[in-house]
């Protein structure tokens, strides 16, 4: 029988952890927790006494944690969910959206700036070399994220070429994207659909739960993490066919990369709704307002870091989750979205393979998410 173990550390969300805990009873696993920080980051010891049987669940949350420690792992011979290669993928937005390009889908126009040595952006010339490049290809506005990073962190909305011109000066942004500038033509949506996908090992790829997220600053950040309010929706056929393709594209991209044809994998797929239709945008934007500052929305998207009467708190939880679903300004924005989505562009935005999946692991999926992480982490055992 499969030993569980859920690797945590700093950023790691709680619930989320808790959720995969659960999900391992019910399935019939024994688990355990890891966290990085109790072993002050000693770990090659600790990891040598686990069984070959057990099967490493990544949930670490933060890009410095997953980058140093996978490869231990992986060298030692223990199977990591999701594995190696699939996550160095999803961690690189780049790679990401190289494998989004050689499967032919329609995503955001992107490239790729790589800075070796960022003091050098302190010569006029040079920032005036990138900015030139950037220039020919994009106009204004334009968004720059960390190529790594992840959560909706130091995403950035340029309006001019002084504007860039200052973020290339300003050392903080810099040093936030150590493997480049990731650069993207600004496209103003009226939401950010989250699906989770999973496949387990020789079976076909399926969903797991589905979102829309509502960005509600300058139309560019959607995380539920930076504030913004969240809807569940059943997902249609278009967007089940596209999400497919985007996990499939990464699934490619891995084979590449450690020639594994068949493999356990779960992933957050992100997909942009973009329209230009403005009247739409003011209204999903003003019910987003609404939701966002109702009680019930404060209620049940408080961050969930409680550690103690875990049980009683759940419970409380689930029950305010169950009166902000009745809420009819919830139900009038699901409406308004489902409709908007239904003849807007559908653009391939990014794929998460290590952070947590928010609102889809502990409030909207009843548990789906995180029995999809453990029943396709441990199809890789077999």
Known sequence: MPNIIILSGYRSDWLEIKRIEQASEILGYSHQIFS??????????????????????NRLGLMSQVNFIQPMIAFNGYELFNNLSVTNIC???????????????????????????????????????????????????????????????????????????????????????????YVQEYKSHIADIRVVVGKKKSSPLEIFASLFRIPMREYIVANTSQGNPSVKFEITDRIKEFSFKMCQSVLDGATKLDG?????????????????????????????????????????????????????????????????????????????????????????SEANATIDFGDLTHVFSEGKVARGIVECAVSNLE
């Open 36 to 57: 990085v920080e109790d072993t002050d980051w000693n770990l090659l010891n600790p990891i040598k006494d686990y069984k070959k049987d057990s099967v490493i669940i």
């Open 260 to 348: 594994i044809k068949d493999r356990g994998i779960l992933l957050g797929i992100d997909i942009l709704v973009n329209s230009d239709d403005l009247e739409l945008k003011k209204k999903i934007r003003a019910l987003g307002n609404k939701l966002k500052n109702s009680e019930e929305f404060k209620l049940t998207h408080m961050k969930k870091q409680f550690k103690t009467d875990f049980e009683a708190k759940d419970k409380k939880f689930h029950s305010d989750m169950t009166k902000y679903m009745n809420l009819d300004v919830y139900h009038e924005l699901k409406d308004l979205l489902i409709k908007g989505t239904s003849k807007a562009e559908l653009f391939a």
């Open 91 to 181: 961690d690189n937005k780049a790679l990401t959206t190289a494998c989004f390009e050689a499967a032919n889908l329609q995503s955001t126009p992107t490239i790729w700036v790589p800075i070796t040595n960022y003091p050098r952006l302190r010569v006029p010339q040079i920032r005036e070399s990138i900015i030139d490049t950037i220039e020919s290809k994009f106009n204004y506005p334009i968004v720059i994220k960390p190529t790594g990073g992840g959560r909706g962190w130091r995403v950035t909305f340029l309006k001019s070429r002084e504007e860039l011109d200052q973020y290339l000066y300003d050392d903080k942004r810099i040093l936030a994207n150590p493997w480049g500038l």
